[in-house]
């Protein structure tokens, strides 16, 4: 901490000092490295525990910013009734997703939020539940898999806002059209985290459900094979 900071003077760059500076450090990046930390997994707390409905909410706080890219524009307005999974704000650009009610009830405000991992000030829609949990004239089934063209899956995706679960939220649509040939696809149900079991018992409870999903992402990308990925210690799995 006592070291005074030192600055690189960029206006003078010397492509050869960086290029042998990197492979310097590549030389010895594995010095006195041993293998790291590998901590217990301790899967044991709740692999064997069933999935559970969470409990109904008397109200929900629905930010318009799922996902990276523009947050999506509100389509109903204060006082408007929404079922489940009606369309409540549409998606504004290509990196961007529609965003759909989890509840039936009725729009109570539109206003900012704090959101889990962008911070405060995220607008968001706010329904309070009639506990009711109405599904929409809209959730019905598309078709069968085999009659649906690659495009039509994509458009599926891209309609019922489906985004990646990390921390970006990056549309699925997106990730659908490649532009490129794919070899395989990889479902990754590793999960090598210690404690979580929620990939596990999804391949334990929905499997049917699992394959299907595979099944048509290789339809919209064109892949000839699927994989899917699960470490060994998950074998019922």
Not at 65 to 73: D, F, L, R, T, Y
Not at 102 to 121: D, L, R, Y
Not at 166 to 189: E, Q, W
Request: aromatic share 6%.
């Amino acid at each position: 901490l006592a070291q005074p900071v030192q600055y690189r003077d960029y206006s003078r760059i010397s492509h050869k000092e960086i290029n042998d500076y990197v492979k310097n450090l590549r030389e010895r990046r594995f010095s006195g490295y041993y293998g790291g930390v590998h901590p217990s997994e301790r899967k044991e707390i709740t692999e064997d525990i069933p999935l559970a409905k969470f409990p109904e909410p008397e109200q929900v706080i629905i930010p318009l910013s799922m996902h990276v890219g523009k947050p999506a524009v509100p389509i109903v307005k204060v006082g408007d009734h929404v079922n489940v999974g009606q369309k409540i704000a549409e998606q504004d650009g290509f990196i961007s997703c529609c965003i759909h009610s989890s509840v039936s009830g009725t729009v109570t405000a539109i206003e900012p939020h704090t959101h889990p991992n962008k911070g405060p000030g995220v607008m968001s829609i706010v329904i309070r539940s009639d506990g009711n949990d109405t599904p929409d004239e809209s959730v019905k089934p598309a078709g069968k898999l085999e009659d649906l063209t690659p495009d039509e899956i994509v458009e599926i995706v891209k309609e019922k806002g489906i985004t990646g679960m990390g921390g970006a939220g990056f549309p699925t649509y997106v990730k659908l059209k490649p532009n490129k040939p794919i070899d395989a696809v990889l479902l990754n149900g590793c999960e090598c985290e210690p404690v979580l079991t929620a990939d596990h018992r999804v391949l334990l409870e929905y499997p049917d459900s699992v394959i299907f999903g595979l099944q048509a992402i290789m339809k919209a990308v064109n892949a000839p094979k699927g994989y899917i990925v699960i470490e060994d210690n998950k074998p019922d799995a």
